[in-house]
């Protein structure tokens, strides 16, 4: 188990069983933590003092082309780091004291020595994590990925849904790349994009999930980021009736199906729409957009960014750490809430779904200040306005 202090107290990982936790101050003495400087004043949770989890693309290269891939892969960047530069950037995170680290792409399987990087990571001290489209995943490496804490494959749906967004269906080929994962022991989940034509193949993909021993499957919103910012995103977005039904039908099928299911913070507008108690959801630390402070991006050539969806700003991971309390560009998303438009300034749920996904908003109206116009309440107040 590993703990890092906060203001408030300090934060608790572990990897079996894996979890991460807040935690108050009281918590951390009994853990033998007998004072901090960070607690000096207020115990009211604010800006950390680093991430949790960066989302680290190894490479741009991916042979897949999705037409929705939100970092646009094809071939590797020119600039992009090298071995050393690459375990200088993940050691500094190491030293910040960033407990995951989830290594992508592009395919980050497609670089050489992504192996390499990997095991570096969880030689310093992070918590390694694969993201994978499943194509490099094969009998002769497959031990070899033990290293990770997790591998989640991308997988958008069943048997011909599966290939609705991607241009090429690859079901088959993640079929088995589960398999592989599953019988070598490592906890193996989907990452699935939900648009407006696969939602209703959420029921099949859970189904299937149970009859493979999948750990998870992390939902995560379709967003107008990369190859997807173009007509893909204005034809495929979820519905307002979609959005609405969205928290009943998967609170369902994950009960159904006995698959833990995850959303991304760009559902928590969705999930709050239904009013769930307040208390109950800060229990389970569930947060709306946390870019700049429990989460960043990180690209390839090291250009950081709020979250992998989101432009990138001007701070290299070399300077983060200098730069962690300072940024303006995370300041912005860290502040939204300050100057919050309606409905979400006079929303019960502000301080913990913080206007919802910054990159919908950001697109729409190319502005970020905005509110998340795909919120349900968002859209109920515009219609009421007009």
């Known amino acids: 188990m590993k703990y890092r202090e906060e203001n408030f107290g300090g934060i608790i990982s572990s990897e ?5 936790a807040f935690v108050d101050r009281e918590y951390m003495k009994s853990v033998g933590v007998e004072d901090s400087k960070l607690w000096e004043g207020s115990d009211e949770i604010k800006v950390l003092s680093a991430p949790t989890e960066v989302h680290f693309s190894c490479t741009n290269k991916c042979s897949a082309g999705c037409p929705h891939c939100y970092m646009a892969s094809d071939e590797a960047e020119p600039d992009e ?13 190491a030293d910040m004291g960033v407990f995951h680290v989830a290594l992508g792409g592009g395919e980050a399987l497609e670089r050489e020595d992504f192996l390499e990087l990997a095991a570096y990571a969880r030689e310093i001290g992070l918590i390694p994590n694969l993201t994978t489209n499943g194509i490099n995943v094969t009998k002769d490496n497959v031990s070899d990925l033990k290293v990770f804490g997790q591998a989640n494959l991308s997988l958008d749906g069943v048997g011909e849904i599966a290939g609705l967004f991607r241009g090429k269906n690859f079901f088959e080929i993640v079929d088995k790349a589960v398999d592989l994962l599953v019988e070598a022991g490592i906890p193996t989940g989907f990452n699935t994009v939900v648009g407006k ?12 999930a149970s009859e493979k021993g999948i ?3 992390e939902i995560l919103r ?14 495929q977005k979820t519905t307002y009736e979609q959005n609405i039904k969205f928290l009943p039908m998967l609170e369902e099928i994950s009960s159904k199906y006995g698959i833990l299911a995850k959303i991304d913070c760009s559902f928590i507008p969705m999930m709050c729409y239904h009013k ?15 870019a700049g402070n429990i989460l960043l991006g990180a690209k390839s050539n090291g250009k950081m960014s709020g979250c992998s969806f989101l432009p990138d700003i001007d701070l290299s991971i070399f300077d983060l750490k200098e730069e962690w309390e300072t940024n303006k560009d995370l300041q912005f998303y860290r502040n939204w809430t300050d100057n919050a438009p309606e409905p979400c300034k006079s929303c019960d749920y502000l301080y913990m779904c913080k206007g919802g996904c910054h990159a919908v908003s950001g697109h ?15 859209v109920e107040h515009q219609n009421r306005n007009k």
Do not use: H
């Not at 079996?16 to 991460?20: A, G, I, N, S, V």
């Not at 379709?222 to 997807?228: D, E, I, M, T, Y």
């Not at 190319?366 to 919120?375: F, I, W």
């Open 16 to 20: 079996d069983p894996p979890f991460l």
């Open 222 to 235: 379709l967003k107008p980021s990369g190859r997807a910012a173009g007509e893909l995103f204005a034809q």
């Open 276 to 290: 769930p108690p307040r208390e109950l959801l800060e229990s389970m630390c569930t947060y709306g957009c946390e």
């Open 197 to 208: 034509d696969n939602f209703d193949g959420l029921d099949d993909l859970f189904k299937y």
């Open 215 to 217: 750990n998870e499957i």
């Open 364 to 378: 729409v109206f190319g502005d970020m200040q905005y509110a998340d116009p795909d919120c349900p309440w968002v």
């Open 81 to 93: 780091l090298n071995t050393v530069e690459f375990k200088r950037g993940l050691k500094e995170l």
